[in-house]
T-cell receptor
Framework: GNSVTQMEGPVTLSEEAFLTINCTYTATGYPSLFWYVQYPGEGLQLLLKATKADDKGSNKGFEATYRKETTSFHLEKGSVQVSDSAVYFCALKGETSGTYKYIFGTGTRLKVLA | NAGVMQNPRHLVRRRGQEARLRCSPMKGHSHVYWYRQLPEEGLKFMVYLQKENIIDESGMPKERFSAEFPKEGPSILRIQQVVRGDSAAYFC??????????????FGSGTRLTVV
């Protein structure tokens, strides 16, 4: 079945460092891929998405490229801030699991130090 | 335009009690999705409801859990005879039609259930 694998956390960075959070997926067909962010005590907010191969999603300085050849959707940001500290979830929606149903990764906690 | 509203934010129940979690979808949305987040894990799909109908409950435990979305009022996730393993954050999301593959949902802030 469909699945999402994220790098284990926590990830601890200094402010202005470069961020990469790895995400790979397994799915039949052509899933859509998403990154969500969860700040402490809050719900999930959609950060960005990509719906076909080679698409790049971007928002608030974050970006991720849908790589079908490596089945990856890594999240990157050039210069992180303390306010980016949160848990980041990679997710997919695929035709075989139901177009309405997300498959989430386990999340990666990011801590940014001033 | 209010987002997806969930209440209560925090709920403490003793083992054996019932828990009722409420989710009011965004205005104009008639489709609701419930997810559960166990500690240190990602969200897992539980159930998808459309007004007065359960469309997909493949992620719901077979016993003690039920969900409804009446014609009027919020969607309710009900857990009977709670056990410690039910302690989790429960999130809902909504959409105005059956979510397309590329449609990104907005989630509510969740209900954090603690069973003592």
């Amino acid at each position: 079945g469909n699945s999402v694998t994220q790098m284990e956390g926590p990830v601890t960075l200094s402010e202005e460092a470069f961020l990469t959070i790895n995400c790979t997926y397994t799915a039949t067909g052509y899933p859509s891929l998403f990154w969500y962010v969860q700040y402490p005590g809050e719900g999930l907010q959609l950060l960005l998405k990509a719906t076909k191969a080679d698409d790049k999603g971007s928002n608030k300085g974050f970006e991720a490229t849908y790589r079908k050849e490596t089945t990856s959707f890594h999240l990157e940001k050039g210069s992180v801030q303390v306010s980016d500290s949160a848990v980041y979830f990679c997710a997919l929606k695929g035709e075989t699991s139901g177009t309405y149903k997300y498959i989430f990764g386990t999340g990666t906690r990011l801590k940014v130090l001033a | 335009n209010a987002g997806v509203m969930q209440n209560p934010r925090h709920l403490v129940r003793r083992r054996g009690q019932e828990a009722r979690l409420r989710c009011s979808p965004m205005k104009g949305h008639s489709h609701v999705y419930w997810y559960r987040q166990l500690p240190e894990e990602g969200l897992k799909f539980m159930v998808y409801l459309q007004k007065e109908n359960i469309i997909d409950e493949s992620g719901m435990p077979k016993e003690r859990f039920s969900a409804e979305f009446p014609k009027e009022g919020p969607s309710i996730l009900r857990i009977q005879q709670v056990v410690r393993g039910d302690s989790a954050a429960y999130f809902c999301a909504s959409s105005h039609d059956q979510g397309a593959l590329n449609y990104g949902y907005t989630f509510g802030s969740g209900t954090r259930l603690t069973v003592v």
